[in-house]
């Protein structure tokens, strides 16, 4: 497939982790920072690859809000490199030596100098300031395209990207001379607002009803009784099994799950198993998590969020949550900002159920920290630096992404820094990898999504779960499944069908160099030289996916909600707060925090490779018969068909090193005394 836009060929550096030098390769604009590359003041990083005449649709409204971003750079970037690897390597002797936030800010960050006359350049230019963090990394602000245009010396246009017009420069925004000597990157585009959750139910992009606003509830899914026209769902992998075309050759399959409860997921994955092996060992520690804080970010926030968990909670035997375990940093509505671009509240409302809930269903002794954005653009990187610059957790989940690497290069840049930022403290940034594959069907080319694809933070791809009537782990196959619809007693379309429903993000990036972490474990003939995501991955099919809990939204405007309804969930979105939480229990029950945890992942596989779950293809193609709760249409889905993503023994880039469970978190920590 052809791509759909050209990319912008700039010259820039492979941010790499520990290479002795950075490959300088010819790539588009989704590089590395583009400094300046001459005493005018342009900065051709700031123009974002979709920002292309083939996809221009005409001039923006003058009077448009805009949000952009100023990155400052850090003061000795080589060295926040090599500080991030030396305390995150088991074995070297900088390992867990991390710095305090304070210390890091005042070795690595911008001086406060340079910062003020940033920010006063923005204010005499009429922009209005909307993030400024402690660490002094960027600043947050917005103005009218025309204040935009004048203030950067470009020309905001609209573009159509993704079926939505977004607002970027056609050509390089610039800055005077003296500021633009403190500033390393720009941007003025709405493509950080493209930023969603990684989430998806079951049903999401059949060819069917557009769903209605409320959520589908998991009663609504139909039980009729004759099991050969409709196939009622499985609350545990095989319970119910219905009659299909012959496929594969079977006549019968076995259904979708209703959605797997908390007490399923700690079973398969091993809490019981870890409880029992610390009670023979008179151990005297229940694994819960206690004693650990995981912080989950999103966009907004649910007004209902502490109501909602103690409902789920006592539905599915949790302990309950108050105000100490349960814990909010979030704007007040009236802040809320790009709703429309951003989904609105009530799109990002079933993320923040979902993530509390994975994390409190695998943890549940741990406290949750929530902290909303704004927005999904820069309120996100506000969020994520309250956490950083005053250490408020050691496990961060993150269930969202972009659309493939497809940011400007100054964002990617920007970002890396962050997360430069939170290894060299000691905190563990736990990304989603994505819900649409390779992006080849996106963006005309295949990539990982950003910014799972970063080498400073751990990737959780994937899984497709089942589970067995006494809670045991069965099997687990990639997460990627293709529907094909059955019409009176036959299939729409060959084998396994044309309806794609869905599969992990993963594959080579296209900006970053191969990390010495990844390498004896990521084929070479896969990674050719450069980072490879996913490194690990857990339970994220919808069709065997987690039963949340929430009150639904009705109205964006008052934020006024539903009664409390749980329905199933899927999506890397649940993967990554799975993996968040078992890494919680692991810290709790080690007595040590292991911050970011990929050289660790990969050293543990090295030594011991059967504390993960190895995810393979199966022998037998796996499939579940599902019925639509929506239109009552049958369809058999073929699992661990991920676009040109494929499972396979050892690392795959579907599945990375394995799925996580709590034997193997345990065995990360233990590994990381060396």
């Not at 001379?177 to 992009?205: E, H, W, Y």
């Not at 925090?593 to 050293?603: D, E, R, S, W």
């Not at 011991?608 to 022998?619: A, E, I, L, M, S």
């Not at 058999?636 to 469970?661: C, E």
Request: charged content about 15%; proline content about 7%.
């Amino acid at each position: 497939m052809k791509p759909a836009f050209k990319s912008q060929r700039i010259i820039t550096k492979v941010l790499a982790f520990g290479a002795a030098t950075a490959c300088v390769l010819t790539f588009g604009a989704t590089g590395a920072m583009a400094s300046p590359a001459s005493p005018d003041t342009s900065f051709p990083g700031a123009v974002p690859s979709w920002a292309q005449p083939a996809n221009d649709a005409g001039a923006a409204a003058a009077g448009a809000s805009v949000e952009g971003k100023m990155y400052l750079p850090l003061r000795d970037r080589p060295g926040a490199e090599a500080l991030a690897r030396s305390v995150s390597t088991p074995g070297h002797r900088d390992y867990q030596n991390w710095l305090s936030p304070a210390q890091w800010i005042a070795r690595f960050s911008p001086t406060q100098g340079d910062y003020d006359a940033v920010v006063n350049h923005l204010k005499s230019r009429g922009l209005a300031i909307t993030g400024t963090p402690d660490s002094r990394q960027y600043v947050v602000f917005r103005g009218t395209v025309d204040q935009l245009n004048s203030a950067f010396e470009t020309r905001l246009r609209n573009y159509s990207f993704e079926g939505t017009t977004l607002v970027g420069p056609s050509d390089a925004p610039s800055l005077p001379a003296a500021i633009s000597a403190k500033v390393a990157g720009l941007m003025v585009d709405q493509g950080s607002l493209m930023t969603r959750p990684n989430s998806v139910r079951p049903g999401d992009g059949l060819p069917e009803p557009v769903r209605a606003a409320a959520p589908q509830a998991r009663a609504a899914v139909p039980k009729a009784g004759n099991a050969a026209t409709t196939a009622a769902c499985s609350s545990y992998y095989g319970q119910n099994t219905t009659a299909i075309p012959e496929a594969y050759g079977k006549t019968t399959a076995p259904t979708f799950i209703c959605g797997y409860t908390p007490g399923q997921i700690q079973s398969a994955y091993g809490r019981d198993a870890l409880a029992k092996s610390l009670a023979a060992g008179k151990h005297g520690t229940v694994p819960d998590g206690r004693g650990q804080t995981v912080a989950i970010i999103g966009a907004y926030a649910s007004p209902t969020m502490l109501a909602d968990v103690n409902a789920y909670s006592q539905r599915y035997g949790l302990p309950g949550m108050d105000a100490a375990s349960y814990r909010e940093i979030v704007p007040s509505p009236a802040e809320f900002m790009d709703q429309a671009l951003c989904r609105f509240p009530s799109g990002w409302q079933g993320e923040q159920a979902l993530d509390v809930d994975a994390v409190h269903g695998t943890a549940p002794g741990a406290t949750i920290l929530y902290v909303g954005g704004f927005n999904c653009g820069g309120g996100l990187d506000i969020a994520m630096s309250k956490i950083l610059d005053n250490k408020l957790a050691t496990i961060v989940s993150n269930s969202y992404g972009n659309v493939g690497e497809a940011l400007p290069a100054d964002s990617i840049a920007g970002a890396v820094n962050l997360h430069l930022q939170a290894a060299g403290e000691g905190i563990g940034l736990y990304f989603s990898s994505g819900d649409n594959g390779d992006q080849a069907a996106n963006l005309g080319y295949a990539s990982p999504d950003f910014p799972a694809s970063s080498p400073w933070v751990t990737a959780v791809g994937g899984t497709s779960l089942a589970v067995d009537k006494k809670g045991a782990y069965q099997f687990e196959t990639g997460w990627g499944g293709i529907l094909d619809r059955i019409v009176d007693g036959a299939y729409t379309a060959p084998l396994p069908g044309n309806v794609y429903g869905g599969g992990a993000g993963g594959g080579v990036s296209g900006v970053f160099a191969q990390p010495d972490y990844q390498k004896g474990v990521v084929p070479a003939s896969l990674a050719k030289g450069m980072r490879v995501a996913p490194d690990i991955s857990s339970l994220a099919d919808p069709y065997t996916g987690y039963v949340v809990g929430l009150s639904p939204i009705t109205d964006n405007a008052t934020l006024a909600t539903g009664p409390f309804m749980t329905q199933t969930v899927g999506g890397t979105s649940l993967a990554a707060p799975l993996s968040a939480g078992q890494m919680a229990v692991a810290q709790q029950v080690s007595g040590e925090t292991l911050g970011f945890a990929n050289p660790a992942i990969y050293a543990a596989y090295k030594q011991q490779p059967r504390v993960f779950n190895d995810v393979v293809p199966q022998k037998t193609q796996p499939v579940l018969a599902y019925t639509s709760a929506r239109s009552g249409s049958q369809y058999l889905l073929s699992m661990d068909h991920d676009t040109s993503l494929a499972t396979a023994k050892k690392y795959d880039a579907v599945t990375g090193v394995g799925s996580m469970s709590y034997r193997f978190a345990l065995a990360l920590n233990r590994h990381g005394r060396h």
